[in-house]
């Protein structure tokens, strides 16, 4: 049997479009409520018995779904209990960091398949050398998927700014790029790839990450901040991604936070990245030159946070009132998300995480001292448990999000 062929092709309103939703609706039931039997679908879905056993059949035949034991059902006569397989089919997200890409790929049912990540300082290189690396990393990560036995499903791009729905980065200060066209460049560096490609903001990836793996997956009101060399914002609101009209919501790195702080590179003063970002923690607590924003290279700013952490951890005076001063200006840009959203989690991402036990006492007084909310409805402040990986975990998610919501359609296989 040939693999399924899986397209994003608009698809008509018709039987097609109704069937591909109900597979659909099939694989979302089984993701949450697996191990389960036909009888429990058709039960918990109001499809017809009938109709949830032929779209079972065709599930299992396109190795999305797998039979696993008997169990006895409720009137006690033995059914079949239903799992996720997935094996078959993988989504890959790349990410863009200020001096790192990173691949990851990750199957249906949740395997991850590689985890790379390589130093590679984009800023400063002209956009399509950058391309021609991520096409690189594409076809290698692609390779590898093709050799697990499984199919491509889609591959999306996490970008640190401004991303319109035609994959035009239209502004990036961290990579100093504007109106940079990157999904029609990398598709045709892959050579028109039988996949969808997707280019994307990372913040909002990173909430889908978070949203769909991370350690308050399933939080329908989530808030991601992306802790490296700016900082970004991800909303998931009743568990959608929150994108705004033209795709460039979440941008809070130029919110005022302390008006007689330091100069930007927006040309203001106090802007959170230039206040609060890590690259400016790392500014203020002294081995970094003052305008190292974004030349530094993957080993230097891990190494340059490792140290902080042994310095802060060993009580150091002015590294914890340094951490402290950016966790209070980081805590009045999560009070104001927080009036503004009443989400149920905010999550510290990037390296804010590994500062997390000295940053976090000084975010949460900040946010408490301007929180409208009681005490006891505040959101829970966190750090995050996927580190670097956000962004490019988040492009995988988005792809598998997609099937799982028949936005990507599968057609019949020959
Ligand atoms: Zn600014």
């Known amino acids: 049997m040939r693999m399924a062929d899986v397209r994003t092709v608009p698809q008509p309103a018709d039987f097609a ?138 591959l999306t791009v996490a970008v640190p700014g401004l991303v319109d729905p035609a994959g035009v980065v239209c502004r990036s200060a961290v990579l100093d790029w504007h109106d940079v066209e990157v999904r029609a460049p990398l598709e045709r560096a892959l050579g028109g790839p039988d996949y969808p490609v997707g280019v994307d903001n990372d913040a909002t990836l990173g909430a889908l990450a978070e949203y769909r793996y991370g350690a308050h997956a399933g939080a329908s009101d989530l808030v991601y901040l992306t802790g490296e060399a700016a900082v970004g914002v991800g909303l998931i609101s009743g568990g959608v991604p929150v994108r705004g009209a033209r795709g460039f919501a979440g941008e809070l790195g130029h919110l005022c936070v302390d008006p007689s702080g330091p100069r930007c590179s927006c040309g203001h003063t106090g802007c959170l990245d230039a206040a609060a970002g ?26 340059e946070v490792a140290d902080l952490v042994r310095r802060a951890a060993a009580g150091e005076e002015r590294v914890r009132s340094a951490i402290d001063e950016v966790g209070i200006r980081l805590g009045y840009a999560v009070a104001l998300l927080a009036n503004l959203l009443d989400p149920q989690v905010i999550l510290l991402g990037g390296q804010y995480a590994a500062l997390g036990r000295w940053l976090l006492p000084a ?50 296989s020959a």
């Open 17 to 154: 479009d109704v069937r591909a939703t109900n597979l659909a609706v099939v694989l979302r039931h089984v993701r949450t409520a697996a191990p389960c039997s036909r009888a429990d679908i058709a039960a918990s879905t109001g499809l017809n018995k009938a109709t949830v056993s032929s779209l079972v059949a065709e599930l299992i035949e396109r190795r999305m779904l797998r039979e696993t034991g008997l169990t006895e059902n409720r009137i006690g006569r033995p059914a079949t209990m239903l799992v996720i397989d997935g094996s078959g089919y993988a989504g890959i997200g790349l990410a863009i960091g200020p001096d790192h890409l990173t691949a990851i790929a990750v199957d249906l049912a949740g395997r991850r398949i590689l985890t790379w990540r390589r130093s590679f300082t984009a800023p400063g290189k002209p956009p399509g050398r950058v391309i021609a690396e991520l096409a690189r990393l594409a076809r290698r990560a692609a390779a590898r998927v093709e050799a697990a036995a499984g199919s491509v499903v889609g």
């Open 363 to 412: 975010v949460q007084r900040a946010h408490r001292s301007l929180s409208v909310a009681p005490d006891t409805h505040r959101p829970l402040i966190a750090t995050s448990n996927l580190g670097y990986e956000a962004g490019a975990l988040g492009g995988a998610a988005v792809v598998l999000d997609a099937v799982d919501s028949a936005r990507v359609a599968f057609a019949r």
């Open 278 to 303: 890590v690259d400016a923690l790392l500014r203020r607590t002294g081995d970094a030159p003052p305008d190292a924003r974004g030349a530094r290279d993957l080993l230097a700013r891990d190494v």
